[in-house]
């Protein structure tokens, strides 16, 4: 299901439509994370995941998605608000609709992956891992 949200001159959806790939690809292919990526590749991610676009008027400025079952587990990835719209409390709004989204209340375990923003996810209840020792990860060359 589809779903918007609206705040003044922005609008925040789930409607994979909507999406300017382009604007994702430049940026995320260009991020710390996804350098490289190609657009084959984020296309395939994003059909497989909930997305959430972040846009002013119908211009996209900030993007996530979420890799997830729905009733158990959300995987938090590929989140960026554009440089320009930085430092207006977007990108805290984005998280707020990511964490109090309807179908994911009364998920066991939420998960994310930060190089450098600690202290913005500490705000939605996000904590290093408590078990460090339990998770495991395997690292593959990109394609």
Same mark, same amino acid.
Request: glycine share 6%.
């Given at each position: 299901m589809v779903r918007e949200w609206l705040q003044g001159e922005y609008s925040i959806s789930t409607d994979i439509n909507q999406l300017n790939l382009n604007v994702i690809h430049q940026f995320l292919s260009n991020s710390y994370w996804?350098?490289?990526?190609?657009?084959?590749?984020?296309?395939?991610?994003?059909?497989?995941s909930l997305v959430f676009g972040l846009y002013q008027e119908k211009q996209q400025?900030?993007?996530a998605r979420?890799?997830?079952?729905y009733?158990?587990?959300?995987?938090?990835?590929?989140?960026?608000? *554009?440089?320009?719209?930085?430092?207006q409390g977007l990108g805290k709004?984005? !998280?707020?609709?990511?964490?109090?989204?309807? &179908? $994911?209340?009364? *998920?066991?375990?939420w998960l994310l992956a930060t190089q450098d923003?600690?202290? !913005?996810?500490?705000?939605?209840?996000?904590? &290093? $891992?408590?078990?460090p020792n339990?998770?495991?990860e395997k690292w593959d060359a990109p394609i």
């Open positions: 996804g350098k490289g990526l190609s657009l084959e590749v984020l296309q395939l991610s994003i059909q497989n400025i900030s993007f979420l890799v997830t079952d009733p158990t587990f959300a995987y938090v990835a590929d989140v960026f608000v *554009l440089e320009p719209f930085r430092g709004w984005l !998280l707020k609709t990511i964490t109090s989204h309807p &179908e $994911l209340q009364g *998920l066991r375990r923003a600690h202290e !913005l996810y500490r705000q939605f209840g996000f904590t &290093e $891992l408590n078990y339990r998770f495991m």
